[in-house]
């Protein structure tokens, strides 16, 4: 009896302290947020962002002394790693998240809105990317999609009193939910027919099921579609612009650059690790998703005429350039290893780049109200300073080098070329041809600033708040000096590996 | 897998569960209905979930079904709160009022 009893004896998994810390610290962060707004009277409000900030800096300690000790650290049975790919991507969480803390301190002061909350909300999500980064088991992969997704709707609705924030947060909520659930019913049959909910595990078991049950295969796409909704892919990026337009600037910034790699995170997580060996399901897919989501996304840019919304359209086609490297990634090891490192070098610099560009939109639209192409007018007469960051930003958005993009996209051709096969080179020609397309709408806009007149004849300096020029000088370094000299980036990035812990 | 014929018929309502909510969501046109229809996806989710749990004999698919209920009870909170926010300045809206964002 008593043998018996003690072979039902419950052992703790043992917890790694210091490979929490980091999401331990962004917790605590969010609890003293709360904190502080339940017992300070309205003006004190103003720390509640300080809070925010210094502790999405504090965090970075933690994620800075664990790859500094370099060792991978797994925890409960494999379901929660954090190696050098979890970690680079933490730091680009945090660093995006203070950067969107930079963005909203004005912007949320000034309206009359709740602050506390809303510092609260955007740690929350951050904390849901940042476990995202580390999920390597279904449920919390589910898990971390939902910490992130849900306070985003609410930041989308953020100015409950506007038609056009309602509207977005409600277009965003109903896509959203609808691609959990269809993400939920696709791993709901994947567990059903390998029998486990940890990646590792499903890795060898999926090979085996490929012509015993095909049914698993519409697991397979249910989950991979569920996240493409996530990554605004075409044609699951009905929601985006509309979002994109409605919501408050700072959270469009969050939305198109934070929560678009948590989905890439989410992608590479499971391709790699958990669908490795269903590359007849996932290569195919993601070949026309890429070349969908590109084409159209950059044909739709061409005809906007809000600056915002044209970010958005060139935010679903820089999508599109993101998921090209994953058409080609089960050809062989080393085309997965370049397809891997392109996409999470192409993650960071277009995170500096595109909340650069939504810096600038911010400032501009503090003067002239509006993100109208046309108010952009004549900007470099009277803020020859936003131009300039404005135009660095655009031609890393096209690639064009100096700026940091032209690293990225050459890291994107390397790996469909590294295939070696026709539907590589044929993808690699479509992403050509459509960074052709997008300079031109890239180069509208700076026509624009540079060459037009002021529309109304107002030529009074704007007058920049420090937080975003904080912000802005982050983001402009970060785009010149990677793409001046992008060993700064890829030291951190080549000791990246996914496939080891799959097999 | 050891299947019964009981077995296969949960799997069989489930996915039919699943389907007519994922219609609902794409016909009907009222914000509160088709959250109700997300709801009916994601219960059709748990009862696969169960089904496939019993037929495995393995206890994680029930626990899969806890964090499905728990996270889609926050879910529903939120976009209560968010049709409210709506419904207040549009009273009577439905999906296809939406139109303000367009292009």
């Not at chain 1, 933490?90 to 000034?110: P, Q, R």
């Not at chain 1, 995202?132 to 409950?160: G, N, Q, T």
């Not at chain 1, 995170?351 to 501009?364: D, H, I, P, R, Y």
């Not at chain 2, 016909?27 to 019993?54: D, K, Q, S, W, Y």
Request: charged letters at 10%; a negative charge.
């Amino acid at each position: 009896m008593l043998a018996h009893l003690a072979s039902f004896a419950w052992d703790a998994p043992s917890v790694d302290l210091h490979a929490l810390a980091p999401e331990i610290v962004v917790a605590a962060t969010l609890v003293v947020v709360l904190v502080i707004d339940a017992f300070t009277g309205e003006e004190q409000r103003w720390a509640a962002s300080s809070v925010a900030g210094i502790g999405l800096l504090v965090a970075l300690v933690p994620v800075a002394t664990l790859a500094y000790d370099g060792a991978t650290r797994v925890m409960f049975g494999g379901g929660y790693v954090v190696d050098d790919y979890a970690l680079v991507l933490k730091a680009l969480f945090l660093l995006s998240g203070y950067v969107v803390v930079l963005l909203s301190t004005n912007y949320i002061a000034e309206g009359d809105y709740w602050e506390g909350e809303y510092y609260q909300l955007l740690l929350a999500s951050v904390l849901g990317m940042m476990v995202m980064a580390s999920a390597r088991d279904l449920i919390s992969i589910f898990v971390a999609l939902e910490l992130l997704s849900i306070p985003a709707y609410m930041l989308a609705a953020w100015r409950k009193r506007d038609l056009k924030s309602d509207e977005a947060g409600v277009k965003y909520y109903l896509m959203g939910v609808f691609a959990s659930a269809v993400m939920l019913y696709g791993m709901s049959v994947i567990y059903g027919y390998t029998g486990s909910t940890l990646l590792a595990e499903i890795a060898p078991r999926i090979g085996e099921l490929v012509t015993s049950e095909p049914i698993i295969t519409l697991g397979i796409v249910f989950v991979l579609i569920g996240f493409g909704f996530k990554v605004s892919a075409v044609p699951f990026h009905t929601w985006a612009p509309d979002t994109y337009e409605g919501a408050p600037t700072p959270v469009t910034a969050f939305l198109a650059v934070a929560s678009k790699a948590a989905g890439f995170v989410a992608l590479l997580n499971l391709i790699y690790v958990g669908f490795w060996g269903r590359h007849d399901v996932y290569e195919p897919l993601m070949w026309v998703l890429a070349a969908l989501t590109m084409t159209i996304g950059n044909l739709i840019a061409l005809r906007q005429t809000n600056v915002v919304r044209m970010l958005a359209y060139s935010g679903i086609a820089q999508a599109g350039y993101i998921l090209a490297p994953l058409a080609i990634a089960g050809s062989s090891p080393e085309a997965a290893d370049q397809a891997l490192h392109s996409i999470v070098v192409y993650l960071l610099i277009y995170a500096a780049m595109n909340l650069g560009a939504f810096a600038v939109v911010m400032a501009v639209a503090r003067k002239t109200r509006s993100a109208e192409i046309d108010t952009f007018g004549g900007l470099f007469s009277y803020a020859p300073g936003l131009t300039v960051a404005m135009s660095l930003f655009l031609f890393s958005l096209a690639g064009v080098p100096p700026a940091a993009g032209w690293f990225a996209k050459i890291g994107i051709f390397q790996a469909l070329a590294s295939a070696g096969d026709t539907s590589g080179y044929v993808l690699a020609v479509v992403v050509a041809v459509n960074s052709v397309i997008a300079f031109a709408y890239y180069g509208r806009l700076m026509r624009v600033m540079w060459m037009d007149d002021v529309p109304d004849g107002d030529t009074t300096p704007i007058r920049v708040p420090t937080s975003i020029t904080a912000a802005l000088v982050i983001t402009a370094a970060v785009t010149l000096v990677i793409g001046v000299v992008p060993g700064v980036l890829t030291h951190f990035t080549d000791p990246i590996n996914l496939l080891a812990l799959g097999r | 897998m050891d299947t019964s014929n009981l077995d296969i018929a949960y799997l069989a309502l489930s996915a039919i569960l699943f389907g007519l909510g994922g219609f609902g969501l794409l016909v009907r046109r009222n914000p509160l209905v088709m959250i109700m229809c997300v709801e009916l996806m994601l219960n059709a989710v748990n009862l696969t979930f169960v089904t496939f749990g019993r037929m495995l004999d393995d206890i994680s698919g029930q626990v899969i079904v806890f964090f499905v209920l728990v996270v889609a009870a926050a879910e529903v909170v939120v976009g209560l709160g968010l049709v409210v926010a709506m419904a207040r300045r549009r009273p009577g809206a439905t999906a296809d009022d939406l139109r303000l964002l367009r292009g």
